[in-house]
């Protein structure tokens, strides 16, 4: 007996007639209906069978012609041995942290017993000369995961390689034979976690403490020169995307671009977070490219590029405007992502108040190390929202768009010695013959709209001047009472 073969054996006697051929029917139903002759008519006699399937039961009975007549014994039958036959899969890893990671695999299709399952991993997709197992299992498919780092801990923000094999018991040969996926996966580690927690604690971070955050994986895009850390949040719905870039910064030093917390359910972020100061973030007049793509630190699937906007009378409204990233054509690259916009009223809004407000920033952006311009831009979904047919879906429009902006100056310790605050509000419509000021509020107000503290690690007696301030003065450059004359847009 083997995978493939089988002989069958079979015998008469008290014979009165001449035998004159005798063999056997074999199928794979009771009712075995394939005929192969013996050679010769003696008994006992025997046929061996060739080309069968492995791990199959066949059925058989053995006959002879006496006299010109079939005489037939019983049916009987047997299995092929099984050979291994499981395929096998990796999953994408999991909890990857700076220093360790969880290698993730499955298997279908397996007919032996799964003595082993495990990993090969390393730092080369050609040499993964590192093991990791775990046990096997009777069932003929399942997952199974081995977490590698901990003691001997993973080196941060390094990419690792690993395969999914198991141990499977082939019949044919009395062996385990290994069972490999065809392909090699990989993941990269976190960097060093204190250089993440400050990415997000820093004074122009908004509070995201009761949003559960965890580090859900790192990453690289070159093409952007995007290193890039991404959080889960406690709702399914809404992620943590923190983009840095290290090409042209200072000292060619890691350095971050922006945070954004995107909401799947609406296609947008709720807020993006930067700053602005022009020795740290340099520009260069790089110019704005317009390569739209998703966000390669949102794994949530909802992103979409508004594909029809403007001929229904929006444009992708950016938060961190593509004219504050101008150091690289890759840093402004990073602009350019799904989660970094949202549908927003073309005419007298994007290319009227909003370009105008978007223009005062920048032209408030401060030098050296001692003062920084924090920026939070985001929009609201008041009253009835409407959405916007878009590649398959249905994008709500925000009712309207805001900007919270923060003033510090800081000490040789890098603590805030003095803020200054304000805030811009719009409706998401045509606001045209206004002019951008009249948008002022307090950062208090929004923060209340939005639902966040949006400059919480600012020290508290600071902060609760600056977010209750409406004085527009010290941004705009014009008192809140002045009748100055703005040739764009009308009376400031």
């Keep these: 007996m083997s995978s493939t073969g089988a002989t069958l054996s079979g015998s008469y006697a008290g014979e009165t007639l001449t035998v004159s051929e005798v063999?056997?029917?074999?199928?794979?139903?009771?009712?075995?209906?394939?005929?192969?002759?013996?050679?010769?008519?003696?008994?006992?006699?025997?046929?061996?069978?060739?080309?069968?399937?492995?791990?199959?039961s066949y059925y058989y009975k053995a006959y002879v012609i006496e006299g010109g007549q079939e005489r037939t014994g019983s049916v009987q039958s047997f299995k092929t041995k099984a050979l291994a036959t499981s395929t096998v899969y990796n999953d994408a890893a999991s909890a990857v942290t700076s220093s360790s990671a969880q290698l993730n695999g499955h298997f279908s299709g397996a007919t032996g017993?799964?003595?082993?399952?495990?990993f090969y991993w390393g730092t080369s997709s050609g040499n993964l000369s590192q093991t990791v197992t775990t046990d096997g299992t009777n069932a003929s498919s399942g997952s199974f995961s081995c977490t590698i780092g901990g003691s001997s801990p993973l080196s941060a923000s390094t990419t690792y390689y690993y395969k999914a094999y198991v141990l499977e018991y082939d019949e044919a040969s009395g062996n385990y034979v290994e069972r490999a996926a065809s392909t090699v996966q990989s993941f990269t580690t976190a960097a060093q976690q204190q250089g993440n927690n400050d990415y997000l604690t820093?004074?122009?971070?908004?509070?995201?403490?009761?949003?559960?955050v965890s580090l859900r994986q790192s990453g690289t895009y070159s093409d952007r020169n995007d290193k890039w850390y991404s959080y889960n949040t406690n709702s399914s719905n809404r992620q943590i995307a923190v983009h840095t870039y290290s090409e042209g910064a200072p000292n060619s030093a890691e350095t971050l671009n922006y945070v954004v917390l995107y909401d799947q359910s609406k296609y947008a972020p709720v807020w993006t977070a930067h700053t602005m100061n022009s020795t740290y973030w340099p520009d260069e007049n790089a110019g704005r490219n317009d390569s739209w793509t998703s966000d390669p630190a949102i794994s949530?699937?909802?992103?979409?590029?508004?594909?029809?906007?403007?001929?229904?009378?929006?444009?992708?409204?950016h938060f961190v405007a593509s004219e504050y990233r101008q150091t690289t054509v890759?840093?402004?690259?990073?602009?350019?992502?799904?989660?970094?916009?949202?549908?927003?009223w073309q005419s007298g809004f994007n290319d009227g108040i909003w370009a105008t407000l978007e223009g005062r920033v920048?032209?408030?952006?401060?030098?050296?190390?001692?003062?920084?311009?924090?920026?939070?831009?985001g929009v609201l979904?008041?009253?009835?929202?409407?959405?916007?047919?878009?590649?398959?879906?249905?994008?709500?429009?925000?009712?309207?768009?805001?900007k919270c902006i923060m003033k510090c100056s800081l000490n040789g310790s890098g603590q805030v010695t003095g803020a200054q605050g304000i805030a811009f509000v719009y409706t998401n419509a045509s606001h045209t013959g206004e002019n951008y000021v009249s948008g002022a509020t307090s950062i208090r107000s929004i923060e209340q709209r939005a639902g966040f503290d949006f400059f919480a690690k600012v020290p508290d007696d600071l902060e609760n001047s600056a977010e209750t301030n409406t004085d527009h003065s010290w941004f705009t450059g014009v008192s809140n009472t002045s009748s100055v004359y703005d040739n764009n847009w009308g009376t400031l």
């Excluded at 017993?113 to 495990?118: A, K």
């Excluded at 820093?202 to 559960?212: A, Q």
């Excluded at 890759?330 to 927003?344: E, G, I, L, V």
């Design 23 to 56: 063999g056997f029917y074999y199928g794979t139903t009771d009712n075995p209906s394939t005929k192969v002759t013996a050679t010769g008519t003696s008994s006992p006699f025997s046929k061996a069978l060739t080309g069968l399937n492995a791990n199959t």
């Design 113 to 118: 017993q799964i003595y082993e399952t495990g």
């Design 202 to 212: 820093g004074y122009g971070m908004p509070d995201i403490s009761g949003l559960g």
């Design 300 to 317: 949530l699937t909802q992103q979409t590029g508004l594909d029809n906007a403007s001929s229904v009378g929006y444009s992708r409204g």
């Design 330 to 344: 890759k840093q402004n690259k990073q602009t350019f992502y799904y989660s970094n916009q949202a549908p927003q």
């Design 362 to 377: 920048k032209t408030k952006t401060p030098s050296g190390q001692y003062t920084m311009l924090y920026v939070v831009t």
């Design 381 to 402: 979904y008041e009253g009835n929202t409407t959405t916007l047919p878009s590649n398959g879906k249905n994008v709500p429009i925000p009712s309207h768009f805001y």
